[in-house]
């Protein structure tokens, strides 16, 4: 996700103009857990400020910094004051999991184990957690991003762990990247004979750490909005399908093609905004085709032909230099000026 997050939180990139992590922080809430610890680092000040207390998720939130990014199970062994003798679910931020953690939550309640692991096939499990499962779906062997994987079988980042974790992350020590990998404690759980069981997701599930997977989770929650208009649309605009226009939002001379959401007082003119397109708070698109994009708060994009398959971040100007017309794709970090030929 770089250079976006040399300057922002990536759990704060919004997925529908919501942020990522609100998703994260409302499935734990529907799942009936209240009291949630979450671990900061270098963008602490960020979080704290998107997040506040946590009431108005209906939850209480406590920070629990971290000196340095030193692993998940680091995570753990800082937030143990916090966690005391409770079982808990720990979930990644930057995780997008569709259908919510009911099922997990429920589940482990039920099954007594001392860990549970959700898990989901992939086309690449070399990029992530890889576990190996016995007969009877207890997980017997864990890999941290394996070269030569032992099957597809992902690990989701979203965990249910008994206080014996706690044991294990003390007993554990740094991997070849400097970091104590949960992974290698649940491994620790497996190898001492505590039960550790797997739940496969039966939903939709993304790792929002690359441009292609949060455009995708994009997609797939503008497929369900429903149509919403709190703007200002002119009579020379057509709005076709699922098309959420947010109050104060402006749109002008221009053709809205659902799945879309429109931010608060962001203004389109003369455009072509196509589906599964997120346009941020503030914004200004003019003269502009865009489409399966993220647009973030108070940018803007003039006279550029066509946008395609692109994350553009917060304070960004995008706009037309002479020459031939094309199609561009782009990330681009907070604070940016773009010129494109189009």
């Not at 990536?10 to 809430?29: D, F, H, M, S, T």
């Not at 998940?72 to 966690?83: K, R």
């Not at 404690?185 to 997701?201: C, E, F, P, T, Y």
Request: proline letters at 5%.
């Amino acid at each position: 996700m770089r250079p976006l997050t040399h300057t922002s939180a990536k759990q704060l990139v919004p997925v529908a103009n919501k942020p990522v992590l609100y998703y994260g922080l409302e499935a734990i809430r529907e799942a009936g857990i209240t009291s949630v610890g979450i671990i900061t680092g270098d963008t602490g000040a960020e979080v704290r400020e998107a997040v506040g207390d946590g009431s108005r998720f209906g939850l209480e939130v406590t920070y629990i910094p971290q000196r340095a990014p030193l692993g998940l199970a680091h995570c753990v062994l800082i937030a143990q004051e916090f966690l005391g003798d409770e079982p808990f679910v720990m979930y990644l931020g930057d995780n997008f999991l569709i259908g919510g953690i009911s099922d997990l939550v429920g589940a482990f309640r039920q099954g007594g184990y001392d860990a549970q692991v959700l898990l989901t096939k992939v086309a690449e499990p070399q990029f992530y957690g890889v576990a190996e499962l016995g007969d009877t779906g207890e997980i017997v062997g864990l890999q941290e991003k394996p070269a030569v994987p032992r099957s597809d079988l992902a690990v989701v980042g979203v965990y249910s762990f008994s206080p014996a974790i706690h044991e294990a992350v003390r007993a554990i020590r740094p991997s070849a990247r400097g970091e104590l990998e949960i992974t290698d404690a649940i491994q620790w759980l497996i190898d001492n004979g505590r039960a550790v069981h797997s739940h496969m997701v039966t939903g939709y599930w993304k790792d929002t750490g690359r441009l292609q997977d949060l455009l995708e989770c994009n997609r797939m929650v503008l497929e369900s909005v429903e149509p919403d208009n709190r703007g200002t649309v002119d009579g020379l605009s057509e709005i076709t399908g699922r098309v959420v226009i947010e109050p104060g939002a402006v749109v002008e001379n221009s053709v809205l093609r659902g799945p879309i959401v429109v931010g608060a007082d962001a203004k389109i003119q003369s455009s072509y905004v196509g589906p599964f397109t997120s346009i941020g708070p503030r914004c200004v698109v003019q003269d502009t085709e865009v489409e399966y994009s993220i647009v973030l708060d108070d940018s803007s994009v003039h006279g550029v032909s066509r946008l395609a398959h692109s994350l553009i971040g917060r304070n960004v100007e995008v706009t037309r230099a002479e020459g031939t017309p094309n199609t561009y794709g782009l990330m681009v970090g907070d604070h940016s000026r773009i010129q494109v030929r189009a």
